[in-house]
Each structure stands twice: as C-alpha cells, then as structure tokens.
C-alpha cells in the first residue's frame, strides 16, 4: 500500500489539529490550611505554554492536555508549591479543591515574604536553592549574595559585606545558638566550609538592617537558622569534583525522638591548580553536624545541636605568572618560590536547649552552649620576582612577549601565629501571646578567653639592596649604608578573659483602624554589659507597619534603632599585636523606610520590594580588607555614615518557577579623629611635599584634615541576578544562573595613612550557570527488584563556574624596584571551571 503525496499533506496539516483535540478539562477552587480562599494563585500545566489565575472566589477553570501524563502546578507567593500528577481522558471534566500549606519551619519554599514577615525587616529563604545554583563555596551565603544590600567580591569565600559593613558585623544564629568564624583565615581558598549545611536547613530568615532587639550585637545584619525536624527516615547524598556530603534523618517509633546528622568533605585542589599560582596544594576541609530532640511530653522537649570542622590547608608554592597594567603599559610578574605555608583549623560547638511549654501561648527555653576554635597559621616563604614590560604593539611578532626589565628582587615572608579561644554561654529566652499581642524576652551571660600568639613579618629586596634604598654615587669612599630594615613586623602574646551580659524584652501590638487599615507596632529595648571596660549599653528599637485594607497587596514599614557591636577580639588588636585596653563598642543609628508591593504580570504573581536607609555610625575602629582578612587600627576612632537604596523584584519570570534580580545604591564613608597631615610649599608656591608633621625647611607648612574618606566596602553600585529556567515540555531539565556585578572597593598601599587609601579596584563580574537533569522524580516508577527503587530524586548537573572568564581581582601584592618605584601586582580569583554533580534523595 502506497501513500499518495496529497493525502500525506493533508495528513501533516491536520494531524496537529487532531493533536489539541485531545483536551480535558479541570477546575477547582484553591484554599489555604485553614479553608480560605487563595486569590490569584498561579494555575498551569508544568511544561506547557498559557495558564490561569484563581478568581476572587479562589476558582479556576484550566484546559489541559488529555491522554497524556501531566503535572497540574498550582503557586502562590507565601505557600509552597503543588503539583498534582493527571492523566485524563479526552473530553473528561476532572474536579479538584487543592489546599496550599503557608511556609513554614517544615516545608522549606523559594524566597518569600508571609504576611508576618511583611511587617517586619526580615526576608524568608530557601535552602534548596543553595544546593541548585551552581556556586564555588557552595552554601547559604552564595544566595545571600545576590540580595538587595549584599555584596561580595570573592566567590571562595563565604563572607559578605551588608549595607556598607564589613565581615565581622554579621550575626549568625541556628537554633538559637550564635555561631563564629574562624580568626585567623586570610584568604578565601583557606576557608573550607561554611557552618550552615543546607541540606539539614527547614526555615532561613535574613535582615539587612532594622532587625528586632532579639536579635544580638553586631551592627549591620542577622541570619536566622533553623534546622529540621525530620516527620519520617530520609537522607541526601551528593559528590562533585568539589568533594561530597551525606545527610541522614529519622524519627522513633513512639515520635518522640528526632535525629539529624550531616557531613561534608572539600578540597580546593582542583580549583587552585587552575590559579595564577603553581604548585604543589593538598588542601582538605571536612565537618560533621549533628542534631537531636526528645519530647519527654507534650510540655518539655530537650535538643542538642553538636558541630565539629577541621580544614587543613599546606602549599608548596613552585611559580606564578601575571599579566598586568594597561594597555598602554602591559607588565608581566613573574615569581619563583622557595618554602610552603601550613594552616590548621579546628573548630567544636555545642548547644543544650531545654525547652517548656505550659500552654500553647508560653513558651520558655534555657540554652547552655559551648564554642571553641583551635588554630594555626604558619608560613615560610620567600619570592624571587621580576619585572617585566610586554610589547604591546599588535602588529609585532613579539607581541605580549617581554622586552625590557623593569625590575628583579625578592621578598621572604614568615609568620607563626596560635590562636585559641573558647566561649561559654548561658541564656533564657521566652515568648507569651495574648490577643493581638506578642511578648519575647531573654537574658544571657557569656564568658570569652582568647589567648593569642603573634609572631609576623616580611622583608622586600630588590636586586641586592634591602629597600629602603639610598641610591648614592659610584666611587664614594663614604656612602650612605642605613640599617637594614623589615617591611612589616609583628609580634605579642595576648591572654583575655571577658565576661558579658545581655538582655532585651520586646513586645508586638496589633491596632486595626476604623478603616479596617492594620498598624502593627514592635518596640523593644536591648541591654549590655561588658567587664573589659566596664561599658554598660542601653540599644532601644522600633519597627512600624502599616498595611491598607483596601490595598491588601502592599504594605509600608519604617524601622529604626540602635546597635551597638562590642568587640569580640579582632576589634581590640592593633597592626602591630598591641591591644587598645580604652576600647569602646562602635555604634550605628538605623533608619529604614520600606515597601512591599505584590502584583501580578503576565499572569504571574511578583513582588517588588523597595528599601531607602541611612545609618549614622561612631565609635567606629578604622580598618583595612586584604582578601578575606580584616585587621583594624584599634587605636583610632571614627565617624561615619551609610545611605542607600535597595530595591529587588522576586516572582515566576518563568510560569511555575521562581527567580529574582536585585540593584543596590550606597555610599559609605568615615571620618577619623584628629588625622591630619601637612603640605610644604616653597617660596614661589610650589608644593614640595607632604608629612606628618612640619617641615622647618618649607616656606610654608598648610595643614590639611582630610575629612570624609570611603570605607573599605564602599561598593557604590550593586547588581545580582538569580534565574531559574526550565526546558519547554521537559520541567525535569532547569537551568540555574547566577549573576554578580559590583563596583570597585577602595584600597590604597601598605603601611599607607587610611586618607591615602582611595584608588578603586576594578569591578566585581561574574557569571555561574548550571544544568541540572532530575531523571529520578515523583513520576518515576521502579519495579520490586530495581536498585533505584527507593530513591526518591537523582539530579545530574553540570556546572559553569566564571562563565564568561572573568579576571576579578581580590588584592594585590606590593613589589619594589631599587628606585623605589611600587607595583600593585593583582591577586586574581578563579577562571572558568566546569564541574560535574550527582545528587540523590532517598
């Protein structure tokens, strides 16, 4: 039997026709846990094109592909996602009243505002997108990154910069308990692992300012962990080029016991050999995790969480090549070492929590916590460098090949530095609601001993001279030989011991005007004592919404309030190992004006969320950033101010999946005490020079206060992206991207005055891109027999780090000629990188 070519035509034309044709038909009403109807919730087929929104009465009526499997997805911001599976028969009219579960502590969403939440300067995270998106350091902070206010400019590193505050002014709480970081680390790729371990994470809350006096001493943001509960026996599995993790949950029989238990291994070495800096790296970071709960009855429950990390981080250093400059002058650097760097981190943290509950409105804990860290950081390395200028001529043959010595000397580094500290708390927190009304309260007390050996320096020579060199003329039978002197030296042996107190009680009221319109008021007072210098701190705070009835999808906020930071250790210690025993606790004066508008576009539903502040800071301690590592000018004070605007869009850019963009505005600056310098002119006007102090040779001496300067993290224009995308027809098959942009930090010469410290460095871009494969998903089945048959997920994903081979710069090494003349060689951050991951479920 042979087709003719018309009937074959015909049969191409209306075969698609005969396609749509099979359509059935659903309709429902959506509600909430507590059968409320969900107005405007997203309705629509998981891979197909169009959809729908519920009306005011939470219906919707959706045709959809028949004889076919589908999955229904129904979504609205503020609840988790369903999905429905499907398989109806052409014609087929299929009814359903799906409930949609609000988010909470156990079931873990994508980024959301609730409608508590609305009302106050927090925002709620997922977890799950951290182990989505293809990141480097892998964790929590890789998607606080790319909020509003964030900013960060080192992708092996899992430290950011809030609203113009630097790493040491971050608070970090899991389950109640504050957690700290390692002091001694320097540079990202020393880092390892974060504490928080996503895959053990239910709920995350984050404020990038205005947060609540519950919350602790630091001046410019709070994360809020909470680990699950686990209802059932589970675990995750995942292993990379990066390293591995496994995860295990399970629940007794009775229900009253719970346990939670996390491990994490990573090394660095495949992403360090692909650096500037060749050698030989054995770098390996490893943690262990682990929580427990026992519900002895309905009104005591007991938990423990345990935390237990050891990084090691040993490079034999062989080589390092580097091109630099401009166009006009291309520099080439080029090293050959001598030595090895050895760091060790032990890190141990355990947390009691006693909890009681007399009725369902009280609610009462007692925390007993424990932190210590054990660390070493011990170096010998020495540099042998040259110079080199690079043709630059694009139509030489010896183009980008060196053609003249611009420099040849060595540097030598060396340090041994010990570090122990421990950490002991004792805490009461409570909770009591009454109507319309929510009072929290607690009290704390924490012993601190630190005990600190420093011992540090450097010295850089060029060509045979220690530098300084005089220079001098040939042949003079008495030339100037001056002393040979160390760059940079360190050294002392701290012994502290600190005891601190604090308190607060905060309480919530609920008005509602006659309007209807809702008022919601949370005023609070924070306390603190510290017996270093006997600093006694009063920190009053006030967060204020207001939410119009008629215009239920938008909300207004104001917050303000004081934060003090009291010095942990890092604050105390100079430059040169000294502690500053007059140091006070820097302070900063929030003041926050904020909305929250929800809307919908092409038929999806969005937030856009808007915030403009100012932060009067004082009693700051100055301060330089090289990499990751802070070190302070403890003997100086400051003034200062932050002011910005963050503003963030969040929603299904792509129907059923979620993503967001952020841009941030903010300028920051400070102003030290009693810094000055002075300019020395001649007799004809002319400047001849500067210093610290007059010159007696000047006909002129002008002093000249420098004024405002920026701060270290003056990140003046901030952009993120966050994108989630799907292939049509196949919703297994995402793609995960993420985007950074952020202007130049400043930074300025070693041993440098903090006014001189404003060159830029270049801007922070990357671009991180992974697909992920889910061929083991909820439609999914194996037979009896199959190995596969109890996972429940198996994602392969394949990962593009630094996409478009972006050279960012982190810092910069400073080298010296005999004539003096300085190089800022940059420090550059990771290439492209592809890696391969598999992740189960089960």
């Known amino acids: 039997m042979h087709f003719q070519p018309k009937i074959l035509f015909l049969l191409l034309i209306f075969f698609p026709l005969f396609i749509m044709g099979q359509t059935a038909v659903v309709e429902g009403t959506v509600i909430d846990e507590n059968n409320k109807i969900v107005e405007l919730a997203n309705v629509a087929v998981i891979g197909e094109k169009g959809g729908t929104t519920t009306d005011k009465q939470g219906h919707f009526t959706l045709i959809v592909p028949a004889e076919k499997e589908i999955f229904l997805s129904i979504s609205f911001i503020g609840f988790s996602d369903k999905h429905i599976r499907l398989h109806l028969k052409e014609g087929e009219h299929k009814v359903i009243k799906p409930r949609l579960k609000s988010m909470s502590t156990e079931l873990p969403g994508f980024e959301v505002k609730d409608e508590q939440l609305r009302t106050e300067s927090m925002v709620r995270l997922n977890p799950k997108v951290a182990t989505l998106t293809p990141t480097i350091a892998g964790g929590v902070a890789d998607i606080i990154k790319t909020l509003p206010g964030v900013s960060s400019n080192n992708e092996l590193s899992s430290q950011y910069s ?8 971050n608070l970090i709480y899991v389950n109640d308990i504050e957690i700290y970081r390692p002091f ?19 709920s995350l809350l984050f404020s990038a300012g205005g947060f609540g006096a519950q919350y602790g001493d630091k001046m410019s943001s709070v994360l809020d962990v909470k680990y699950r509960k686990p209802a059932e026996f589970g675990g995750n599995f995942s292993i990379s080029l990066l390293g591995a993790e496994l995860s295990l949950g399970g629940i007794s029989k009775n229900n009253k016991f719970t346990y939670l238990l996390g491990g994490r291994y990573k090394t660095n070495n495949y992403i360090l050999n692909n650096m500037d800096t060749q050698g030989e ?57 001598d030595g090895n760097e050895t760091d060790k981190f032990e890190m141990m943290q355990g947390g009691l929590t006693l909890g009681f509950h007399p009725t369902k409105d009280l609610d009462l804990k007692l925390i007993a916590s424990a932190f210590s860290t054990l660390e070493m950081e011990t170096y010998d390395v020495q540099g042998q460098y040259w110079i080199g200028k690079l043709d630059n001529n694009l139509g030489s043959e010896g183009f980008g090949e060196a053609i003249q010595t611009n420099g040849i000397g060595t540097y030598l580094e060396h340090a041994r530095n010990y570090f122990k500290a421990s950490v002991f708390t004792l805490e009461h927190k409570g909770s009591f609601t009454q109507g319309k009304r929510f009072l929290k309260w607690g009290v704390r007390y924490q012993y601190q001993m630190v005990d600190d050996v420093l011992r540090e320096w450097e010295m850089i020579d060029s060509a045979g001279y220690s530098i300084p060199n005089p220079g001098g003329i040939p042949g003079d039978p008495q030339p100037d030989n001056p002393n040979l002197e160390i760059n940079y030296f360190a050294a002392a042996k701290n012994v502290v011991n600190i005891n601190r107190l604090a308190a607060f009680v905060s309480n919530r009221w609920h008005f509602n005007l006659k309007n209807n319109d809702l008022i919601s008021l949370t005023a609070g007072l924070r306390a603190y004592y510290w017996d270093y210098n006997n600093e006694f701190l009063l920190a009053p705070r006030i967060n204020l919404s207001y939410k119009p009835y008629k215009k239920q999808n938008i909300v207004f906020r104001f917050a303000t309030g004081v934060y003090y930071q009291p010095p ?74 932050a002011t910005g605007i963050d503003l963030k869009v969040y929603g299904e850019f792509v129907k059923g999946i979620d993503s967001w963009l952020s841009i941030s505005f903010m300028k920051t600056e400070e102003d030290i005490y009693g810094d000055y310098y002075y300019n020395y002119f001649n007799a004809e006007g002319e400047k001849i020079g500067s210093g610290d102090e007059p010159d007696p040779e000047a006909a002129e001496n002008v002093k000249v206060e420098p004024g405002y300067i920026p701060r270290p993290s003056d990140r003046r224009v901030n952009f993120s992206i966050l994108f989630q995308d799907y ?78 081979q972006t050279f960012n710069t982190i810092s910069y090494i400073w080298v010296k000629d005999i004539n003096n003349r300085q190089y800022a060689v940059p420090n550059y951050l990771t290439p492209r990188l592809l890696n391969l991951k598999l992740a189960i479920a089960f």
Do not use: C
């Open 184 to 202: 001694l680390v320097s540079a990202g790729q020393q880092e390892g692992l974060s504490f928080v371990n996503s895959q053990l994470v239910s």
């Open 281 to 337: 790296y054995k770098t390996n970071f490893f943690d262990f995790q682990s929580q427990f709960t026992y519900e002895f009855n309905p009104k005591w429950d007991l938990s423990f969480l345990g935390y237990y990390s050891r990084n090691r981080y040993k490079v034999t250093p062989t080589s390092r090549e580097t091109d630099f400059g401009t166009i006009q002058e291309a520099l080439r650097f080029k090293v050959y070492f």
């Open 727 to 804: 292939i049509p027809g196949a919703p297994y098959l995402t793609m995960h991207l993420r985007l950074l942009y952020s202007t130049g930090m400043p930074f300025g010469p070693p041993d440098s005055e903090r006014y001189t410290q404003t060159l830029r460095m270049p801007d922070y871009r990357r671009v991180d891109i992974g697909f992920s494969w889910q061929f083991v998903n909820e439609g999914t089945s194996f037979g009896p027999k199959n190995p596969f048959r109890g996972f429940n997920s198996m994602i392969l994903s394949l990962e593009v780090f630094n996409l478009l």
């Open 568 to 641: 942990f250790y890092r604050e105390m210690r100079n430059m040169d190992g000294t502690l500053n025993p007059n140091i006070k606790s820097q302070k900063s004066i929030h003041f926050i004006l904020g909305s929250d508008y929800r809307f919908q576009a092409w038929n999806r539903p969005f937030i856009f969320t808007a915030e403009l502040y100012y932060k009067h800071l004082d009693n700051l301690i100055p301060y330089v950033v090289d990499n990751v590592r802070i070190r302070y000018y403890a003997d100086q004070l400051a003034k200062g101010y």
């Open 162 to 169: 809030v609203r113009g505050g630097n790493f040491d002014e």
